[in-house]
DNA sequence: AATTAACATCGTAATATTGCAATATTAAAA
DNA sequence: TTTTAATATTGCAATATTACGATGTTAATT
């Protein structure tokens, strides 16, 4: 079917599993990376960065900046995407949560 | 395409991306709360906890088992699914050296 | 030996994702 | 005002994922 069944998981399950899906591209992990090793980011940058279409590299950027991981500033013709560093701590404090609380207590 | 294009990425962002792939399912993150709140696990009960067919929970059992993070043990006409510990430890600290070395620096 | 229980695997339908070319859109530059 | 540069959006093809019924497989039970 392709759909998943969100109906029967809690809304945290949902969303924490929506964080770790959006970062599971290696694109987008990439992307955040060379953010982060700039001072600015320019988009058109990413495209010779990476070696994705622009189309491509675009749609990346979108899904990124759905979960707020990313902040947009227009800068003349060109774009200045950053990271939100309050959600990276807040998403980055949210994954910790999960994984320490789910540990294993057989085997 | 649909397809990824995983040879322009190194393999360090490949697998990373990989793992938060894996954990980017609410029926993934679902099975590993449960198993962490059972001493044992069986996989029968998971069909009833979590609501999917059988085969569809095998399945996720089987993707979460492809990086590792659970061990399987057949007890008799069941399976015994655990968290690895070990494994576990490793990821967190994996995603961890992620969040921190990737700052922001500008905006 | 037949039955049953607990998974795993296969096949398939429905939907999602990835990627790109083509085409907007927007703002600076000429 | 036309042109150009940078990015977004649209449409589409190829592939991946999700889910489940049907069917194996294996081991305990009868």
Redesign the interface.
Known sequence: MGI???Q??TEQ??D???????????????I??Y??N????ICNDLVEE???AQATISQHLKELKSIGLL?G?VEGKSM?Y????ER?TY??NR??A??N???????
Do not use: D, M, Y
Request: hydrophobic share 45%; aromatic share 12%; charged share 10%.
């Open positions: 998943t069944k969100s029967i998981f399950q949902n924490l599993a929506q964080f770790f899906k959006v970062l599971g591209h290696p694109a987008r992990v990439a955040l990376q953010i982060s700039q001072n600015a980011c990476i070696g994705l902040n500033e200045c950053c990271i939100n560093v990276w998403l980055q994954l910790n999960f994984f609380t789910t540990k294993s207590n057989c085997c």
